[in-house]
């Protein structure tokens, strides 16, 4: 879901400026280039420590509420798509799940958190997303949510099929081990560190709910990587 060639409208020039200008005062740029050498960043950090972005965006959106969906959604993909530092892509991605937009909450979304994963291409919005975001949605319209997530499992695009894997890492007893097999099995061959590492962490997660369930699945499956399998187990 790139943006739209329309004329952005003065609520979001108003939200982006607040964010930037809010980003810049709370930047350290002592931290900055120590947070950049962790996450292997192309994109400069202005070294804002999560708590503080969270506390930021807060107080932006009860002073300059969205009005619309419209304009939210503008707002996110202009925050991403022109991002000047890691941390204005973190806050696109606050405001996808901030407590006011509940409501526009909806399948019709997934195009928006697709082209924040693919063109984010990393861990640390990737994971936020699958988990957070497109979880949620998949729990609440798991009839329409499920297909597409079978088909991002078998993506040419490793970070959609993390996505994928890592979309139930919330779900608690709730997981749909049908579609968690199905997203592991499409992954079994990919040499990937971050898909081998994800299909691990998936089924970690799921242990904390049904153990037996995870070890028979381990046990049925040598063709787990030993990464896999490690992570998978690891709690039992």
């Given at each position: 879901?790139p943006?739209?060639?329309?004329?952005?409208?003065?609520?979001?020039t108003?939200?982006?400026?607040?964010?930037r200008?809010?980003?810049?005062?709370?930047?350290?740029?002592?931290?900055?280039?120590?947070?950049?050498?962790?996450?292997?960043?192309?994109?400069?950090?202005?070294?804002?420590?999560?708590p503080?972005?969270?506390?930021?965006?807060?107080?932006?959106?009860?002073?300059?509420?969205?009005?619309?969906?419209?304009?939210?959604?503008?707002?996110?993909?202009?925050?991403?798509?022109?991002?000047?530092?890691?941390?204005?892509?973190?806050?696109?991605?606050?405001?996808?799940?901030?407590?006011?937009?509940?409501?526009?909450?909806?399948?019709?979304?997934?195009p928006?958190?697709?082209?924040?994963?693919?063109t984010?291409?990393?861990?640390?919005f990737?994971?936020?997303?699958a988990?957070?975001?497109?979880?949620?949605?998949?729990?609440?319209?798991?009839a329409?949510?499920?297909?597409?997530?079978?088909?991002?499992?078998?993506?040419?695009?490793?970070?959609?099929?993390?996505?994928a894997l890592?979309?139930?890492?919330?779900?608690?007893?709730d997981?749909d081990?049908?579609?968690?097999t199905?997203?592991?099995?499409?992954?079994l061959?990919?040499?990937?560190?971050?898909?081998?590492?994800?299909?691990?962490?998936?089924?970690?997660?799921?242990?904390?709910?049904?153990?037996?369930?995870?070890?028979?699945?381990?046990?049925?499956?040598?063709g787990?990587?030993?990464?896999?399998?490690?992570?998978?187990?690891?709690?039992?």
């Amino acid at each position: 879901m790139p943006r739209q060639n329309t004329p952005e409208s003065d609520e979001v020039t108003a939200v982006v400026t607040a964010v930037r200008d809010g980003l810049a005062a709370l930047a350290d740029p002592r931290s900055a280039p120590a947070m950049r050498r962790y996450m292997k960043s192309d994109m400069p950090f202005q070294g804002v420590r999560t708590p503080q972005r969270r506390g930021l965006v807060r107080r932006i959106t009860r002073e300059l509420p969205f009005r619309d969906r419209n304009t939210w959604l503008q707002t996110v993909l202009r925050l991403w798509d022109d991002a000047i530092c890691r941390e204005e892509r973190y806050t696109a991605i606050d405001l996808t799940g901030h407590r006011t937009v509940a409501r526009w909450q909806a399948p019709d979304l997934l195009p928006l958190y697709e082209h924040l994963i693919v063109t984010g291409a990393w861990w640390d919005f990737v994971d936020e997303i699958a988990i957070n975001r497109v979880g949620p949605l998949l729990r609440q319209h798991f009839a329409t949510v499920a297909p597409v997530l079978r088909h991002w499992a078998n993506a040419p695009d490793p970070w959609k099929r993390r996505a994928a894997l890592l979309s139930q890492n919330a779900s608690g007893a709730d997981t749909d081990t049908d579609l968690l097999t199905d997203c592991v099995e499409a992954n079994l061959d990919e040499p990937g560190f971050f898909l081998r590492k994800a299909i691990g962490w998936a089924l970690r997660q799921y242990a904390r709910t049904d153990t037996r369930w995870v070890e028979d699945f381990v046990a049925d499956h040598p063709g787990l990587s030993p990464l896999s399998r490690k992570e998978a187990l690891r709690r039992r």
